[in-house]
């Protein structure tokens, strides 16, 4: 069957039978069509997909997972979540705290101090992006002044940087010769 009628078999969308079968959780055979080679579906096997779906359904889930979190007593000194776990005595819990802890520890140091959390006033050095949001002058401007030589910059790798002083100068330049800033 072709991929409309084995989608409508599973009772789901072509594009997720797609991506079953890239998966390979479906197997599919090819066969010649009209236009080429196209994905030929059988019964037989979209019938042992829904089983083992059914019994992966079946399967107990890991309780650890998703157990519900700890209420702390009130009685318990507020020092830090930590202690007030660690005094409760549930071990899961604390062990579940640890690790949300650490996850987030290490998303805030993969995040860290990127380049866009300075401001661009203190930059050395900006992209035409980041010169049009400073100047006001849209980006496509800039990028023409550079090409015809009244914008200064530095082609760094597959980019252009300018400094913004080089902005400010091309801006004053044009205000001063009474030309509207293109």
Known sequence: MNKQAAADYLNISVRTLQRLTS????????????????TDYTAEELDCYTQAEAE????????????????IPPDTPSTSPS??????????????????????????????????D??????MTLSFKEAARLSGVPESNLRAAFAD???????????????????KKYVEARMKAGKRVR
Do not use: C, W
Not at 58 to 69: H, I, L, W
């Open 149 to 167: 030589g009244s914008l200064r910059g530095t082609k760094i790798g597959r980019g252009v940087r300018v400094t913004p002083d080089d902005v």
């Open 56 to 71: 992966r359904e079946a399967q107990p889930r890991d309780a650890t997972r998703y157990a519900k979190p700890h209420v």
């Open 83 to 116: 202690l007030a776990l660690e005094h409760t005595g549930n071990k899961e819990s604390m062990t579940m705290f640890v690790a949300m802890l650490s996850d987030a520890m290490r998303a805030a140091e993969t995040q860290g101090n990127t380049v866009a």
């Open 23 to 38: 998966e390979g959780k479906i197997s599919a055979g090819m066969v010649s069509g009209r236009t080429g080679m196209i």
């Open 118 to 123: 300075v401001p661009l006033r203190d930059k």
